[in-house]
């Protein structure tokens, strides 16, 4: 270790030091993550079972939990150059606006056009897609930055893209499909008269603006009806959290080479993807004894997955097609009230991120919507970048940390992860900056209507 060595504002690594591999951190948990289940006859779920709806290497890696370590193909770390390494930020700016003793460090992963960390994960599902000889892939998107990542890998590796749109997003947020589009998907509002799931829905609840849950229920369809077509999801699988990793590998490489380690690491959590890729490396050591790290994933108040959910098996989508999860989760058919942060409002959780969160080995976090943007637009005064909604609330609570370190004295080293940009959030912006936000809490009763859509077992 390097000690005193004066730290730059960004670290970049050079290509050499560029992590080669993805970190599957469940090779090294105690306690495994629990198997998916079928939704009908509630067994593991076999790569045979899982083979008509999700490519077979993602099948794989899905069901991996002894393999630390995947070699990432030499096309995707092709790809990655393209944008990556995402610089690792030493927030002085904001240090000093705080006047806080607390060293604040933001991995930054918004600097591709699709604006998100999730291009990471977008790449590697549609390479495996390719080198299987498939057409293209499906999937569904709310917010929009994982239908244009999606987009994007595709345009790359010349795969047709078919997107589920939520149909309130599709209308409200026209520039997120028009960009998709000029990366060559199709996107299509859901619920759809394309699927039988799509005209099931929209017979029973006619003028329906969609779901996230009712979006995949169409896409998973959609692939196992066309010959050379498979569903790909971006966030919540522990294959997703695989090639986030690389997020966490970066931000550790950039640390070790400074001698800087963090003590306290801070993630917003929607599906878990972000929070678990960043963490991933940190936890590792922490499992293994080598170290000690304090994690906090932060979510929205208004959709509570870890804070006020069950850690159970529950359905992925509300169509009740995908196989079932063991996760924190407030029921398949909890709908969160209109939250701003459109990434954040999955009503389960990571299956790998909730078996450490029920371990102790993780905290959690909720935070209102209002208290986010202030702190969105605080970061934004001083450091320059335009935050996402979802990001912001790990920005919400690293200021949160860095003020505590002000009362105490205390010099803690930060880390958290900064997801995106929020330049097609501004209409969400706009109703803050008017005073239109309001902050919204469920109560005990929606959340037990929520829990009431929770399958029996046994
Ligand atoms: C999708 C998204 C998230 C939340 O997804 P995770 O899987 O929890 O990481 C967070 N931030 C941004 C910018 C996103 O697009």
């Avoid at 993805?22 to 993550?33: C, E, H, S, T």
Wanted: charged letters at 25%; hydrophobic letters at 35%; glycine letters at 8%.
């Amino acid at each position: 270790m390097m000690a005193n060595k004066e730290i730059p504002y960004k670290i970049y690594l050079e290509e050499s030091e560029m992590p080669k591999y993805w970190y599957n951190l469940r090779a090294d948990m105690v306690n495994k993550p629990a198997p998916l289940l079928d939704p009908k006859t509630h067994k593991p779920m076999t790569a045979e079972d899982l083979a008509p709806v999700f490519c077979d290497e993602l099948v794989k890696q899905e069901l991996d939990d002894t393999t630390a370590y995947f070699a990432i193909p030499q096309e995707i770390l092709d790809f990655y150059k393209m944008y990556r390494p995402a610089p690792l930020v030493r927030a002085y700016c904001l240090e000093k606006k705080l006047q806080t003793p607390a060293k604040i460090y933001y991995k930054y992963e918004g600097g591709n056009t699709s604006g998100s960390h999730k291009l990471n994960s977008a790449i590697a599902q549609a390479y495996y897609a390719k080198k299987q000889g498939l057409k293209g892939v499906t999937t569904e998107t709310g917010a929009g930055q994982w239908g244009t990542a999606l987009a994007m890998a595709c345009a790359y590796l010349d795969l047709d893209c078919k997107v589920y749109m939520v149909k309130v997003s599709y209308e409200q947020k026209p520039f997120r499909r028009e960009v998709m589009r000029t990366y060559g998907a199709s996107v299509t509002p859901s619920p759809s008269m394309e699927t039988e799931v799509g005209k099931k829905i929209l017979a029973e609840h006619p003028g329906t603006t969609g779901s996230l849950g009712c979006a995949i229920s169409e896409a998973v369809e959609k692939a196992t009806s066309l010959p050379g077509y498979r569903y790909v999801l971006g966030s919540v699988l522990n294959q997703v959290m695989l090639h986030q990793s690389v997020i966490g590998l970066e931000a550790k490489a950039a640390m070790d080479k400074y001698g800087v380690k963090p003590d306290i690491i801070i993630g917003c959590a929607g599906g878990g993807s972000n929070l678990g890729g960043l963490i991933a490396p940190f936890m590792g050591e922490k499992i293994k004894g080598n170290a000690d790290y304090r994690f906090i994933a932060v979510e929205p108040a208004t959709c509570p997955s870890f804070t006020r959910g069950k850690y159970a098996y529950d359905y992925c989508d509300t169509g009740m097609v995908c196989p079932l999860s063991k996760m924190y989760t407030l029921g398949s058919g909890f709908i969160p009230a209109g939250t701003h942060s459109g990434g954040l409002r999955y009503h389960g959780m990571n299956s790998t991120l909730s078996q450490l969160y029920d371990d102790g080995l993780m905290e959690a976090v909720s935070v209102p919507q209002t208290e986010v943007f202030k702190a969105a637009e605080e970061f934004a005064r001083v450091e320059g970048i335009l935050p996402a909604p979802e990001s912001s609330h790990a920005i919400k609570v690293a200021i949160d940390e860095a003020l505590k370190c002000k009362e105490t004295g205390e010099e803690k080293t930060i880390l958290f992860g900064l997801t995106g940009t929020g330049y097609f959030d501004m209409m969400a912006y706009e109703k803050f900056h008017d005073g239109k936000m309001v902050d919204y809490v469920p109560t005990e009763e929606e959340l037990q209507k929520g829990f009431s859509y929770l399958p029996k077992m046994d």
